[in-house]
């Protein structure tokens, strides 16, 4: 059992290395072609960076549907928490939740392999999005739009809880994991570009 859990955390804290390696080198790359202050290389705007990286949990299981091209969309649900101290000097935990979209094949492979409760790390960009419903109300909304999604390995206390005492084969008996879901990859990450509208009134 210790091995697992070390093997976990190991696996967990690599793939977060990653993710921030990767968002040192844009930072550096937007820095550089800035010319170091932010003006730009001939003192004119580069634009700005928008990068986001998130690990915590799966708040739903993935929403998925198809666009009427056939390119397949996944809502997804994610909190996030981190502990602070109150005016009291306690710690406490503080949750912030996330909404993502992802596209293509990532979208699919989401949908295949996670659940509430997942542990994900998820790189991408904020998003704003308007559109008009179909009562003709302005609706808007910020949320992350996913470059890439890796599965991070579940640690043993969730296993445990889901198997009942940790038996290894899941909530239907087969091993395919709890409600039926295939069983999820010790990590995976898979990119995919954008789709088109599908009519339901909201540009995504």
């Not at 996330?98 to 994900?120: F, M, N």
Request: proline letters at 3%; hydrophobic letters at 30%.
């Amino acid at each position: 059992m210790k091995e697992t859990v070390t093997e976990t955390a190991v696996t967990v804290e690599k793939a977060k290395t990653e993710a921030f390696e990767g968002l040192a080198r844009d930072l550096k790359a937007w820095w550089e072609k800035s010319g170091g202050n932010g003006n730009g290389q001939n003192g004119g705007s580069t634009g700005g960076l928008n990068r986001v990286v998130l690990a915590g949990n799966m708040t739903r299981d993935p929403q998925l549907r198809k666009l009427p091209s056939g390119m397949a969309v996944a809502d997804l649900g994610l909190a996030t928490s981190e502990t602070r101290k109150n005016k009291s000097g306690e710690n406490v935990d503080v949750v912030c939740f996330v909404d993502i979209v992802t596209w293509g094949r990532q979208a699919e492979t989401c949908a295949q392999y996670l659940k509430k409760g997942s542990p994900v790390l998820v790189e991408g960009r904020l998003q704003f999005d308007r559109w008009e419903a179909k009562t003709g109300e302005k609706r808007s909304k910020l949320r992350v739009r996913a470059d890439s999604v890796k599965f991070l390995p579940r640690s043993h206390a969730q296993n445990g809880q889901e198997n009942g005492g940790g038996n290894g084969n899941g909530g239907n008996g087969n091993g395919n994991g709890a409600n039926g879901h295939a069983a999820e990859p010790a990590l995976c990450g898979v990119a995919d570009g954008p789709g088109d509208e599908d009519g339901n009134g909201m540009p995504f």
